[in-house]
């Protein structure tokens, strides 16, 4: 295929590029109204700007092509994820590049009489063109939402941990809900950190709100005690209920040397006697 024809393709598709843009436009805001329809103003320009990569890639050497799109996709997959687009609907634009802009290359195909191998080579370096766009967009999106995930994780599980100062040298941490080991593990993390940072001497681990307390939670439970002791702060355990006790005796754990208590109040009574 000869190189006039690829430079005629890219400047007729760039001559229509905003015409595209538009079409792809009402077609997406068709399908995706909810999701899509009020980014309109932000999206526009990102597609305008996609059609002439698609326009370029077509006229230039595959390397250098695929250089421009992975520049375009680092920036643009990023800010379209931003923007709180979905990756579906992102990737549901595909489709309309492909019919839009191949009426084009049908176009240019007829006038210039090309074989039915010079159009099939034109429509193949459109599919590899796609394909690379698809790669280079979908990598920094889904890398950015994976991030805020789990940037988000992180906060709600520091929410879940709250260290709570009762008096000049006590803390108490009501835990509430399931406990896994990535939340024991940011458990023992602020534990620490709080207790270093609050010159703690005594230090409640209260487990009212904890709905199941198995094996694995009292290991996690001994192992906080353990680190905190290394530290010089003496842990106490509150919201010890039977089936709490029976699980102790039965794993064979000294919780001798913690001093425990049904309920948080009795602990407080405690501490508040002795300090």
């Known amino acids: 295929m000869s190189v006039s024809v690829t430079?005629?393709?890219s400047e007729r598709i760039l001559d229509q590029k905003e015409q595209i843009a538009m079409q792809i436009t009402k077609a997406q805001n068709k399908k995706y109204s909810i999701e899509l329809k009020d980014k309109t103003e932000q999206l526009f320009p990102l597609r305008v700007e996609l059609v002439s990569i698609y326009a370029k890639a077509l006229a230039l050497e595959e390397v250098e092509a695929e250089k421009s799109i992975e520049a375009w996709g680092l920036e643009t997959g990023r800010l379209c994820a931003r923007l709180e687009t979905t990756l579906d609907s992102m990737l549901g634009?595909?489709?309309h590049y492909r019919t839009?802009?191949?009426?084009?290359?049908?176009?240019?195909?007829?006038e210039q009489e090309l074989s039915l191998q010079e159009f099939y080579d034109l429509i193949s370096k459109l599919d590899?063109?796609?394909n690379l766009v698809v790669y280079y967009f979908s990598v920094p999106f889904v890398e950015?939402?994976?991030n805020l995930l789990e940037q988000s994780r992180n906060e709600i599980l520091e929410l879940s941990a709250p260290v709570v100062p009762i008096m000049e040298g006590v803390a108490v941490l009501p835990l509430i809900g399931t406990i896994?080991?990535?939340r024991a593990k940011m458990i023992m993390e602020e534990s620490l950190k709080q207790s270093v940072h609050?010159?703690?001497n005594y230090f409640v681990l209260d487990l009212s709100?904890?709905?199941i307390v198995d094996t694995f939670v009292i290991q996690q439970i001994f192992q906080i005690i353990e680190a905190l002791r290394l530290v010089g702060v003496e842990a106490r355990v509150s919201g010890i209920k039977p089936e709490i006790a029976l699980s102790v005796v039965k794993l064979d754990i000294n919780f001798n040397k913690v001093k425990t208590y049904s309920t948080l109040k009795q602990a407080l009574a405690d501490l508040v006697i002795h300090c």
């Open 209 to 211: 709100g904890v709905p």
């Open 198 to 200: 609050l010159r703690l």
């Open 100 to 110: 839009y802009i191949g009426e084009v290359l049908k176009e240019v195909a007829m």
């Open 144 to 146: 950015y939402q994976t």
């Open 128 to 130: 590899h063109t796609m």
């Open 180 to 182: 896994d080991t990535y």
């Open 7 to 9: 430079l005629q393709v």
């Open 93 to 95: 634009e595909v489709p």
